[in-house]
């Protein structure tokens, strides 16, 4: 990829040129849909007649980059008291279903209009080096998603954003069973595609999607959004503002 020139920024062009494998995660940083998830969490618990609502601060702290079921424990043993060896392991199963459901049938009215900017540009330019024998060198590039994957092929599915033949590898939290920040789905990338983690680069937007990669043994350049921006990204090797043609290193 010597003739990487996609940003402005050469600095920029000049980190990821020697890759042979890009990486993304999926929610926060295709799309910008924190919101929408916690609108489902709240209106979830709305359903089931909780008097529970996260603030926007609570969900930035808690709950950003973690599976549903994991927060959602969190938040009803400290709500109730009850503990996950209790009753309410079925109650956050049925709410997780629930919130999924809710955020399922949201987003795919959204999708469209919460692309991050510039994303859908810098996955072209990766796609035409991809397959330009010229440029691409044997480039690939995937997705590493702790969504399952009903969740993620609405985003990325023909009913969606239709960007599924932008990657070689594709794997969601169906695919795996420890989610980040375990390294296990990048691991499992790097295995699949039998490219060394060292010859990768994985886009992330939080802490708990950083620290999965470090371990895994990639570099990491970190796209945070406004609910990740003050999240501790200190183990990211770059941090970008976003994947427009003119982002700047912050």
């Known amino acids: 990829m010597d003739n990487f020139k996609y940003f402005k920024n050469k600095d920029i062009n000049s980190y990821l040129k020697n890759a042979s494998l890009f990486v993304f995660d999926l929610n926060g940083l295709i799309v910008d849909d924190e919101e929408v998830q916690l609108q489902a969490v709240n209106r979830t618990f709305e359903i089931k007649g909780l008097n529970i609502k996260l603030t926007e601060d609570y969900w930035i702290n808690q709950c950003v980059g973690k599976r549903a079921n994991v927060y959602l424990k969190k938040v009803i043993e400290e709500s109730t008291g009850l503990t996950y060896k209790d009753s309410s392991q079925d109650l956050v199963s049925e709410l997780a279903e629930i919130k999924n459901r809710i955020y399922g049938e949201s987003i795919k009215e959204k999708v469209r209009n919460i692309v991050r900017p510039g994303t859908l540009e810098f996955l072209n330019y990766l796609n035409y080096f991809r397959k330009d024998s010229s440029g691409g060198s044997g480039l690939k590039i995937a997705l590493a998603t702790s969504a399952l994957k009903d969740e993620a092929d609405i985003i990325i599915g023909d009913k ?11 794997l969601t939290g169906s695919d795996i069973i420890n989610p980040k920040p375990d390294p296990e789905i990048y ?3 790097a295995e699949l595609l039998n490219i060394s983690p060292d010859r990768g680069v ?10 999965s990669a470090k371990k895994a043994g990639y570099r990491v350049v970190a796209v945070p959004n406004r609910f990740t921006a003050n999240q501790d990204l200190k183990q990211a090797d770059l941090i970008i503002n976003s994947f427009s043609r003119d982002a700047r290193i912050i």
Do not use: Q
């Open 160 to 170: 969606g954003l239709n960007i599924k033949d932008y990657f070689d590898l594709i």
């Open 202 to 211: 994985v886009f992330e937007d939080s802490s708990y999607g950083v620290d």
């Open 187 to 189: 691991l499992k990338i």
